[in-house]
């Protein structure tokens, strides 16, 4: 869909392909003169390819992308004609833990070794989804932070350091089948658990 008239539709929007995204300069200079109207999804819905949502202004939108498209923030969806009112995804990531192994570069083999097999048994025991790139393991927030920080900081991992970062700059960098792994597990309320630290 390119344009569509969506104030005086009845029926859903059906939006099957993204019009850009408001990091194009063409589309943020239009933004900052025509009305946007969002559509707000959470980090579970925006990997969904079919999905039916109200926008904020109370536009009904159908979304029918093909498979594999990545819904992102600043997705342009749909622009009425009527007013230049553009529709655009506003998607609310969690913050993610970012394990950094890069430490472990200059270590001796068998700390390396020990270092990552004792990490994936912590974030098994937690049950806790992951995601590797590079030096960086990317772990969802299916528990508080201060939950996460407390099993990093009871293991004490040696070369291994962690922090906190937005899921909007995390997601970016990652695959679509990653960034599901990721967000979706993450939003699923429930699906993630804890223990108690040991000791």
């Not at 104030?7 to 990091?23: C, E, F």
């Not at 003169?33 to 390819?49: G, N």
Request: charged share 25%; net charge negative.
């Amino acid at each position: 869909m390119s344009d569509a008239n969506l104030s005086r539709s009845t029926r859903p929007v059906r939006v099957d392909a993204l019009l850009g995204n408001l990091d194009d300069p063409r589309w943020h200079a239009r933004s900052e003169t025509a009305p946007v109207d969002l559509l707000v999804l959470d980090q579970w819905e925006a990997q969904k390819s079919r999905l039916r949502r109200t926008t904020q202004g109370g536009r009904d939108i159908a979304l029918s992308l093909e498979r594999g498209v990545q819904l992102r923030d600043g997705d342009i969806l749909a622009r009425d004609t009527d007013d230049d009112t553009l529709v655009v995804a506003r998607i609310e990531l969690a913050d993610v833990m970012a394990i950094d192994l890069s430490g472990l570069r200059d270590a001796p083999p068998e700390t390396g070794l020990r270092t990552c097999l004792e990490l994936g048994h912590a974030i098994g025991n937690q049950h806790w989804p992951a995601v590797v790139k590079d030096t960086t393991v990317y772990v969802p927030l299916t528990v508080d932070k201060t939950v996460m920080g407390s099993v990093m900081r009871t293991h004490a991992f040696e070369g291994i350091e962690y922090e906190f970062r937005p899921g909007a700059q995390v997601i970016p960098y990652l695959a679509p089948h990653e960034a599901r792994r990721l967000f979706a597990a993450a939003a699923r309320e429930g699906e993630g658990h804890t223990h108690a630290p040991p000791g």
